[in-house]
């Protein structure tokens, strides 16, 4: 694709056109200069994965991208961007017949970041927050056959090898100063009834939801002085167990 000559919002334009929209639609937009753009109602769809859930922002907005180094074929040295409204209904890692996890996000917008170098990209992923997350876990025979091949490993009996895994998911919040809290407590006795479930009847699910009162930005609460059972009871992290 030529975007030689083409500002940022022509280019993204023509990125949009030029499979007819099914990687990238949005429903208006304008420019902000030669190197800047805002969209909104965007939706985003990889035409490779049919069956994944498209990504949807009420707006995209741009202020500064290395337009001279795009149009050269180059990824860019700098880029200012903010995203309000993303949600990522359902993103789903599976190995067949063995488990799937599903993460689903409600992000209520990153922070305008400047990057010089786009090594740095991963820091935009530390300055959203979040207003809503939730993660799955379908085991289907995973924790039993990895039970069943750490005991054959170590010489142990299955029965051995998921004492020792229960002791150490009961010991976890004591090797953390300020780990334990009643929230502590309840999300570890759900994970170990999720795990002894799993790995004895080969099969159960793990649904863990995070609904803090106001929208939370991890970056800030990972420098909190607060003690983790604190930063735990803040995020709103609760876990349920379906045999």
């Known amino acids: 694709l030529d975007l030689s000559g083409l500002t940022a919002f022509q280019a993204i334009e023509a990125i949009a056109q030029a499979d007819g929209g099914q990687m990238l639609r949005f429903e208006s937009g304008e420019s902000i200069g030669e190197e800047g753009f805002t969209l909104r109602g965007v939706t985003i ?30 990824a860019p040295d700098y880029l200012a961007v903010s995203i309000r409204g993303l949600q990522v209904q359902t993103i789903r890692l599976a190995l067949p017949d063995l488990l799937a996890v599903d993460l689903g996000l409600s992000i209520c917008g990153y922070q305008n970041l400047a990057l010089a170098d786009l090594a740095q990209a991963p820091l935009l992923a530390m300055t959203f927050s979040i207003a ?68 004895e009847k080969g099969s159960g699910t793990l649904r863990v939801r995070m609904n803090p009162g106001q929208p939370l930005s991890p970056l800030a609460l990972m420098l909190s002085p607060q003690k983790p059972a604190e930063k735990l009871a803040q995020a709103g992290i609760t876990a349920t167990y379906e045999p």
């Open 45 to 74: 769809t990889d035409p490779d994965s049919p069956d994944d859930q498209p990504l949807t922002m009420a707006s995209l907005q741009v202020d500064r991208v290395d337009m001279a180094s795009i149009r050269e074929g180059k």
């Open 132 to 199: 809503e997350a939730s993660l799955t876990i379908e085991d289907s025979a995973f924790l039993k056959r990895l039970l069943e091949a750490q005991a054959a490993q170590e010489d142990k009996t299955a029965d051995e090898i998921l004492a020792d895994w229960l002791t150490d998911l009961q010991e976890a919040p004591d090797m953390v100063e300020g780990g334990t809290s009643p929230e502590s407590e309840a999300l570890l006795s759900t994970v170990e009834a999720f795990v002894r479930g799993t790995a």
